[in-house]
């Protein structure tokens, strides 16, 4: 079996339930064929509302066997945090798992990781403070990925983004960001606000293909339209990062090193990233093709 052939063992880092599009990038893993999902961890504010929505998302893609675990409500030290799970209203009136034991996210990413060195990769959607403290509790931990692939920070400027702009997970917490890029895991790949932001759909088109797909977007699609009570698109921030561990031909890349502002509280979770042609110990996506993108995310989730 080729290496573009094999399965990835994979494990999801969300804050499912803000931002539509985590619930949008669970679906497409669930859906990956190449995606050996190992489990999904939860973080920040009602850290059970959100393992309730990963909980019901697995269950329309008949996969109730997934292993899913409530991690850190709060934010390390300081940071505005995220308490809010709006679009767990759209299965509150549905069946789903309400008892999620708290802070178990840690613990079951440090066992998933040292029972296969080297194999996992890890994704993290969301703010990092669940990574930050798996990696402060156990300092073996990241050496012991395959890879962790963030959708985290703004890096290279361009559209309208500059460089005073912060990215949300990086900015929610900005000590677990800077803990976690200095970690240094064998690879490290963030893709970051000024790519992701190129991929996005109207929310007439949403609503369309997620409906045609059905299961684990057909419920999607129902979180959707609280999302779309506040907007008329959707970005595909979550799903790119997710997509392009499979496809990385979808984006172009490059090495340095990232550094996290976490000294002036006004600017704290700003990311800057630094070219260098030997031993960089980051990568980030520099550019993406949104068609290519939009055909392989619908190629593998149907819709």
Known sequence: MSDRDARVPLVLDTDIGSDIDDAVALAYLLRQPRCELLGVTTVTGNVAQRAALCDVICREAGRDEVPIHAGAPEVLLFGPGQPQVPQYEAIAGRPHRTEFPPNTAVEFLRRTIRERPGQVTLLTIGPLTNIALLFATDPEAAALLKQLVLM??????????????????????????AMVFRARPPRLLSVGLEVTTRCRLPAEECRRRFRAAGGPLGIVADMAEIWFQGGDAITFHDPLAAAVIFEPQICTYAAGCVTVETQSERLAGLTSFCRQQSAAPHRIAVSVEPEAFIRHYFGVTGG
């Open 152 to 177: 985290c920070g703004v890096f290279t400027g361009g559209g309208d983004h500059g460089p005073g702009d912060r990215e949300w997970n990086a900015m929610v917490d900005p000590i677990a960001t």
